[in-house]
T-cell receptor, first 115, second 114 residues
Framework: DTGVSQNPRHKITKRGQNVTFRCDPISEHNRLYWYRQTLGQGPEFLTYFQNEAQLEKSRLLSDRFSAERPKGSFSTLEIQRTEQGDSAMYLC?????????????FGPGTRLTVT | AQKITQTQPGMFVQEKEAVTLDCTYDTSDPSYGLFWYKQPSSGEMIFLIYQGSYDQQNATEGRYSLNFQKARKSANLVISASQLGDSAMYFCAMRDVRGTALIFGKGTTLSVSS
């Protein structure tokens, strides 16, 4: 069990470009979550998957954001036509449901800087 | 609406001392879960401890314990015998009513000095 991994760890892009992030969850975990964290704030929920189905999307997830988990394993988060306001840390987490506490295990995050 | 409040932006403690990080929460759901996470400067969120609303005893995990006062809606984290490696941002979080997303507070920065 190597934990949740995310790639890339850092991404610098110019406004208007598209970016894609990847998350590999803990292998036996059936739920995968995406969060966004801006400076000085706690993470904010974006979306989650149960296996390959995307079951919930936050209102923070604008039309420029899309997430997939095609085979119920890794997930990708794409941002189209990036804006400076998209600069943030994007965190992925996974969990095993059901469990006692439903605790979520987080990856190291992808820090996005839009110039 | 569910909400987590952490009122201490920063806390300072010396090595080997105990420290309490405050967390209050608001929910109308009788069934809920409370979590504490540690975020070092590297960015990864590390799960520390969990308390369920129906758990009879306060949760403990090694040097971490959760002082759960249901009537006051508080879930303070107590770290005993602080170590230099405890210096990090600490977040209190609540599982939302659907049992899916975590709702986080703004965090408390803990600095441990020798």
């Amino acid at each position: 069990d190597t934990g949740v991994s995310q790639n890339p760890r850092h991404k610098i892009t110019k406004r208007g470009q598209n970016v894609t992030f990847r998350c590999d969850p803990i292998s036996e975990h059936n739920r995968l979550y995406w969060y966004r964290q801006t400076l000085g704030q706690g993470p904010e929920f974006l979306t989650y998957f149960q296996n390959e189905a995307q079951l919930e999307k936050s209102r923070l997830l604008s039309d420029r954001f899309s997430a997939e988990r095609p085979k119920g394993s890794f997930s990708t988060l794409e941002i189209q036509r990036t804006e400076q306001g998209d600069s943030a840390m994007y965190l992925c987490a996974s969990s095993l449901i059901p469990s006692h506490s439903y605790e979520q295990y987080f990856g190291p995050g992808t820090r996005l800087t839009v110039t | 609406a569910q909400k987590i409040t952490q009122t201490q932006p920063g806390m300072f403690v010396q090595e080997k001392e105990a420290v309490t990080l405050d967390c209050t929460y608001d929910t109308s759901d009788p069934s809920y879960g409370l979590f504490w996470y540690k975020q070092p400067s590297s960015g990864e969120m590390i799960f520390l401890i969990y308390q369920g609303s129906y758990d009879q005893q306060n949760a403990t995990e090694g040097r971490y314990s959760l002082n759960f006062q249901k009537a006051r809606k508080s879930a303070n984290l107590v770290i005993s015998a602080s170590q230099l490696g405890d210096s990090a941002m600490y977040f209190c979080a609540m599982r939302d009513v659907r049992g899916t997303a975590l709702i986080f507070g703004k965090g408390t920065t803990l600095s441990v000095s020798s």
